[in-house]
């Protein structure tokens, strides 16, 4: 009985991340609020762009690209993704990565950087975790090796 | 599984240990990818998890292509008894995980013993136990695949060998086996939104008391092994602070023995539970500090009484 009570238990447990999961993935712009819209969502990805290309562990595979470019692509891909009424116009990931040997170590190193700017520009860490969580599956496409 | 392995000398785990601990040192300068505490804390059994149920990452700070290494230190008190812990995991991958841990039990009530028969239980009686662990991760990713509910999976085996000293005439009489092999099979997933983690333990089993007294039970206690769940829930506070909670269910071999010899439930085991901080300055150094409820440990020698108590463990991993 005991056992079976505390499966219960743990299975109610199961479940509510699991509703919070589907809470989060109606669309709406509350994330893209949280963020400061697009103009927030671009100081963000400024901050963001500038700590990525001189960071020691990744900085060098933004050597061929142009900052300019790259934080107005984030900031429309990002833009999009919390919800706002942005268009990404940019490359498509899977080929934009393809040839670049990013490996997963790589990817959680920019997840790194992405967080020591979503602090310094003082997002809550529950909002941080939403965009995240919009962002992981891209692994996907970015890592190829 | 079991009948094909020998008991384990002392000798062999202890170079292991010490291979495993160089091989540390040598990975320790490399620059390994894992998010902060994606790779769980040590548990009091080596493998990487929660502090008392493995779960299906994989140790250390190494992620897939990489090498890492990790060592902890354990101590935990309850009314009666004490545990230190120590051990290191090697990450390999972040495909497999090997672990080596050693325990270090203060039974000193088990001296009441004597008063049942002449057991010859001498005062202050330590039991060791060595557990050789591999898990295998076989399917999954528990933090990035945040689109799906698909968990990350792994399978493991803990090898574990006790040396009772004193109380070994006691693992005798109660037909208890000094080694055995626990079977398990994990599934973590963190659900990155919410910042959840939920793990789900399946292991096969019959070791009494985590192996600490020995495997099994002759009849009419449970000679052979049996299938018991164990849970994690935790909860991310900030990118580095945890705090969650863990069941895990266990067998109860011992006590129809004891109670055919007019003890009553003086060998009840029961379910092991906690309540933990988990908190990681940096990426390579963890602290874990717990509320455990360990059940009654041999009731019979202790007044009945639950082994509650603190928990307390530190992780360096690389």
Known sequence: ?145 | MDIYLTPMKQKILNSAIAASLALAAGVAKADTGKLLLTGGVSTIEGAAGGGLTPWAVIGSNATDGELGASVHLTRAGTQDYALTGYGVAVGLYNRAEMSLARQDFDASPATALNGIAAFGVTPGQHIRMDVLGLKVRVAGDAVLNSDSLMPQVAVGLQYKTVDPGSIGSVLKFLGASTYGTDFYVSATKLFLAPGILVNATLRSTSANQNGLLGFGSKAPGRGSRGWQPEFSLAWLLSKNLAIGTEYRFKPNNLEALGASSGLGDALREDDWRDIFIAWAPNKNASLTVAWVDLGRVIPGITGGRKQTGWYLSGQFAF
Do not use: W
């Open chain 1, 1 to 145: 009985m005991k056992k079976t009570l505390t499966l219960l238990a743990f299975i109610a447990g199961c479940l509510l991340p699991g509703t919070v999961l589907a809470q989060d993935a109606i669309a709406n712009d509350a994330l893209y609020k949280a963020f400061g819209e697009k103009p927030g969502i671009a100081l963000l990805m400024d901050d963001f762009v500038n700590r990525l290309i001189v960071d020691p562990r990744i900085g060098h595979m933004f050597k061929k690209t142009k900052p300019a470019n790259l934080k107005e692509q984030l900031t429309d891909q990002v833009c999009l993704a919390s919800g706002g009424p942005c268009k990404y116009e940019g490359n498509p990931m899977k080929a934009g990565h393809a040839d670049l040997g990013i490996t997963k170590a790589d990817f959680n190193a920019l997840v790194e950087v992405l967080q020591v700017s979503m602090d310094a520009r003082g997002i809550p860490f529950r909002a941080q975790n939403q965009l995240l969580a919009l962002l992981a599956p891209m692994h996907r496409d970015i890592i190829t090796k």
